[in-house]
T-cell receptor, first 110, second 113 residues
Framework: DAKTTQPTSMDCAEGRAANLPCNHS???????VYWYRQIHSQGPQYIIH???NNETNEMASLIITEDRKSSTLILPHATLRDTAVYYC???????????FGTGTRLKVLA | NAGVTQTPKFQVLKTGQSMTLQCAQD?????MSWYRQDPGMGLRLIHY???????DQGEVPNGYNVSRSTTEDFPLRLLSAAPSQTSVYFC????????????FGPGTRLTVT
């Protein structure tokens, strides 16, 4: 599975879009990109995943570059409750292992 | 649905003791897994199961055993606790074997002295 690189921390103003980048320059064609978040000490929460196309659900949007070497998770209107650690994971289709890194600590400021 | 439940919430063990962390889900999920999270770190996969009777090792399996005799339950056994196993343990499950969307339990905080 490809290694992912994320900034250690980011701040975002409440009500603004939070754009969280992830670099996965060694990703292969059958590796999906997943995003999870962990609020305080709770269990992680699934956000979204994608392979090539951009994806959107009720929580967020995932933008994957055409060369698939990087992606951005977008929280369109960040709230204080979005303060969390966000994990970007690349995982090969057909395998069952997730490799979590240390993630990006997002702080939403009032 | 109760979702993914874990017991106990907190546990203190002495070095060398054994114990079982319980994990159960009532969503008829095929895939279940165990992770540990050390302070300031991401999660690391210990063991996982893609169905009853099928288990496999993750990144850090040493010192832990698992079994999956039913779809609902996936207990994690610590054979001989060591201080290095002090951590927060999370259980997760997913409907598909591919585990696209994993649901996590609330965690068990384990301290080994």
């Amino acid at each position: 599975d490809a290694k992912t690189t994320q900034p250690t921390s980011m701040d975002c103003a409440e009500g603004r879009a939070a754009n969280l980048p992830c670099n996965h320059s060694t990703i292969s064609g059958n590796e999906y990109v997943y995003w999870y978040r962990q609020i305080h000490s709770q269990g992680p929460q699934y956000i979204i995943h994608g392979l090539k196309n951009n994806e959107t659900n009720e929580m967020a949007s995932l933008i994957i570059t055409e060369d698939r070497k990087s992606s951005t998770l977008i929280l369109p209107h960040a709230t204080l409750r979005d303060t969390a650690v966000y994990y970007c994971i690349a995982r090969t289709s057909g395998t069952y292992k997730y490799i979590f890194g240390t993630g990006t600590r997002l702080k939403v400021l009032a | 649905n109760a979702g993914v439940t874990q017991t106990p919430k907190f546990q203190v063990l002495k070095t060398g003791q054994s114990m079982t962390l319980q994990c159960a889900q009532d969503m008829n999920h095929e895939y279940m897994s165990w992770y540990r999270q050390d302070p300031g770190m991401g999660l690391r996969l210990i063991h996982y199961s893609v169905g009853a009777g099928i288990t496999d090792q993750g990144e850090v399996p040493n010192g832990y055993n698992v079994s999956r005799s039913t779809t609902e339950d996936f207990p994690l056994r610590l054979l001989s606790a060591a201080p290095s196993q002090t951590s927060v343990y999370f259980c997760a499950s997913s409907y598909q074997r591919e585990a696209y969307e994993q649901y996590f339990g609330p965690g068990t905080r384990l301290t080994v002295t």
